[in-house]
């Protein structure tokens, strides 16, 4: 079980709405530990799962049937509801876009109310190096979080592999190969990243982007 690759949440700090991707093929294995939310439709409130966030909006898996242009809101947060409108729909797949843009960074970062997303994935384009042994790879990074990272590589390197994920202005991380899919490749830390050392890093990247 641990071996299987593991769908969650993704965040980006793109302003653009989330668009439907190619899911997994059927019969593979994987986990899926989507964040829940909560809908407030026509006065109900209803549950549905999130599967990408960005600035602009939010991409969703609605368990009741929506329209393209249907006003609602989503809570992600208790007390804080996100409004918004329904601009595509695929099957129970839903792209929502925000009234207003969000601060992601400011959404993932440490809150005292104990309600921030624990482990979210978090969408990047940063080049790191894998060391495996004596040997280091330049790798792309997809998708960050505290417990590990997704890279594409033209590398196969087994489940199982010890190796170190260095990525810019951040400590060397220790971690293991737990899953290959392809080109793509899943390195779960051995400690977990500070959530305040992710947030930190990610403004680092956001401006470094800025400036670019």
Not at 18 to 39: A, I, N, S, W
Not at 108 to 129: H, K, N, Q
Request: glycine content about 10%; hydrophobic content about 40%; some cysteine.
């Amino acid at each position: 079980m641990d071996d299987l690759p593991v769908q969650t949440t993704l965040y980006s700090l793109s302003t653009d709405t989330p668009q439907p991707g190619v899911d997994r093929r059927g019969g593979e294995r994987h986990l899926t530990l989507f964040r829940v939310g909560t809908m407030l439709l026509d006065g109900q409130r209803e549950l549905c799962l999130i599967k990408n966030i960005s600035a602009g909006g939010m991409m969703i898996r609605s368990y009741s049937p929506l329209q393209e242009g249907k006003q609602l809101s989503i809570e992600l947060k208790h007390g804080q509801p996100l409004s918004g409108r329904v601009t595509w729909v695929r099957d129970q797949q839903v792209g929502f876009t925000f009234d207003q843009p969000i601060d992601v960074i400011g959404f993932l970062s440490p809150a005292e109310d104990g309600l921030t997303p624990r482990m979210p994935r978090i969408a990047t384009d940063s080049y790191v190096t894998v060391r495996e042994g004596a040997r280091t790879y330049s790798m792309r990074a997809c998708d960050i979080s505290q417990g590990g990272i997704k890279v594409e590589s033209r590398v196969a390197l087994l489940p199982g592999t010890d190796v170190v994920v260095s990525l810019p202005l951040l400590a060397p991380q220790a971690g293991v190969v737990r899953w290959a899919d392809g080109a793509f490749i899943g390195v779960t830390f051995n400690r977990l990243l500070a959530l305040p050392t992710l947030v930190e890093w990610l403004r680092a990247q956001r401006d470094s982007s800025c400036a670019a």
